[in-house]
């Protein structure tokens, strides 16, 4: 085991090296220079914990504490981390301590240094920690998913009542609320004179489809991304049912029913569901973790010698409130020329649909479109979209409308589109002010267990 402090990445690298020393001594640390929250990151498998620190956050101390197993993922984030210190353009100033043993997890329990846990990594023991760290009287921030398999979901359910119990606030970062195309649909469909009513549908034409799609090799903060090969166990990341679909399910009950409760025994039932694999060879794998050979726990997913067969895609059918909608997850090894990962959205409604697409036509960039679906006339049409619009521009000032054939395009200015990276301050943000209030949402609670459920049952079902 060991405790340093990151200097630079060559200090890192030099230092983790070590083979002993002893615990911190934190006799030192003058508690009243702290600032009010203290995070502490849990084994940092996932690149998503460093994308929470790369803005200085308002209220949170610099000097962030990691735990977590020696090894390549956690130096993987420390350097990710540095590199937002070292950075030119309004560098970051963390301080990191760190320790590093097989006891990392307990060692965090027991010190408790700081009084938010991060928690953004391998999900196979996701569960456990979230629910000892609520148990020890800790916040935790958790990155999705928050469970991975139905035989799990009824310990997060227990880890919320205990959160509760303990006065602290357990939420996963949901990034995609942030993104401002998804933001202009959901404030578009609540416009009855424009959208009308969200329509029923049906499993052959869903209310409301959500589409992403995924690639394992990509750009992450300008670099190649490394992955860890655990990351293609769907043992330990989950399958993609239970992981991107997340995000889906999440913002099918964000943008349908906002600020609603749902309960997810009464208001949400699984028609079908389906998976299917992504396979790579050994030159795909090798490029995206770096990795000559396949760890051991992959050979149950080798097919045909040295194909592994990841089951990374899926699709889910489903009801809630009645309305009937439709979530798809597809991961690709690499995305075509100028490509990146995209995104679809339709919500159907009586008298306009609202699509997101993020093909060829539009330069992979997520762009809103609305279209008419009811009797009014094209000119009735146009004027309460422009209307409707109109009527976002104090809170969104700039949207513009724009006739692209038989649709209409909802221009957004690009000082709105901050990017997916960006959106992790945001989530760290919104998380910061509900603990200040010390409180969340009543329906956030209720929904975030709706959400795992649906994904959970759909993986189940899925089966």
């Not at 615990?23 to 849990?42: F, H, R, T, W």
């Not at 202009?184 to 009855?192: D, N």
């Not at 976002?392 to 709105?416: C, H, M, N, S, W």
């Amino acid at each position: 085991m060991r405790f340093l402090t990151a200097l630079s990445k060559t200090l890192l690298m030099c230092i983790l090296l070590l083979s002993s020393c002893s615990s911190p001594d934190q006799s030192g640390d003058d508690a009243s220079s702290k600032a009010p929250y203290q995070l502490m990151n849990v084994d940092p498998g996932h690149f998503h914990a460093g994308l929470v620190q790369k803005e200085m956050l308002e209220d949170v101390d610099s000097t962030v504490y990691v735990y977590a197993p020696a090894g390549p993922d956690v130096q993987d984030h420390l350097n990710r981390v540095e590199s937002y210190n070292t950075r030119e353009e309004n560098p970051t100033h963390w301080n990191q301590i760190i320790y590093t043993g097989p006891d990392f997890f307990e060692k965090m329990i027991a010190e408790k240094p700081g009084n938010i846990m991060v928690v953004a990594g391998n999900n196979a023991k996701k569960t456990e920690y979230i629910k000892r760290a609520v148990e020890a009287g800790i916040n935790v921030l958790a990155d999705k998913p928050m469970v991975i398999n139905s035989k799990d979901f009824d310990m997060l359910k227990e880890s919320f009542d205990i959160a509760q119990q303990n006065n602290v606030l357990l939420y996963d970062i949901m990034t995609e609320r942030h993104e401002i195309t998804i933001m202009i649909q959901r404030e578009v469909s609540q416009i009855p004179g424009l959208f009308g009513e969200l329509e029923t549908g049906s499993v052959e034409d869903p209310a409301i489809t959500k589409e992403s799609v995924h690639h394992f090799f990509k750009f992450v903060s300008g670099a190649p991304l490394k992955r860890p090969a655990w990351f293609f166990d769907v043992t330990q990341q989950g399958e993609g049912m239970v992981d991107i679909m997340t995000h889906l399910v999440d913002m099918i009950q964000w943008e349908c029913y906002p600020e609603q409760i749902i309960d997810y025994e009464k208001d949400i039932e699984i028609q079908n569901a389906r998976r299917w694999a992504t396979e790579l060879t050994p030159a795909m794998f090798k490029r995206v973790t770096y990795m000559d050979d396949y760890p051991d726990y992959l050979n149950k997913d080798i097919v045909n010698d040295s194909i592994l067969k990841v089951y990374s895609n899926g699709e889910i059918n489903y009801t809630l409130k009645g309305t009937h909608a439709k979530t798809s997850v597809i991961w690709n090894y690499e995305a075509p020329e100028g490509a990146k990962d995209t995104h679809y959205s339709i919500m159907r409604g009586t008298r306009a649909n609202l699509i997101i697409r993020q093909g060829e036509k539009e330069n992979y960039i997520a762009t809103l479109y609305a279209e008419k679906s009811g009797n009014q006339s094209d000119a009735e049409f146009q004027t309460d979209l422009e209307t409707a619009i109109s009527g976002l521009q104090t809170k969104y000032a700039g949207l513009a409308v724009v006739q692209d054939g038989d649709e209409f395009r909802i221009d957004i200015p690009d000082r709105l589109k901050v990017g997916h990276e960006a959106h992790f301050t945001q989530v760290a943000k919104k998380y910061l002010n509900y603990l200040k209030e010390g409180k969340m949402p009543d329906w956030e609670v209720p929904n975030m267990l709706a959400k795992y459920y649906t994904t959970t049952k759909g993986y189940e079902l899925s089966r």
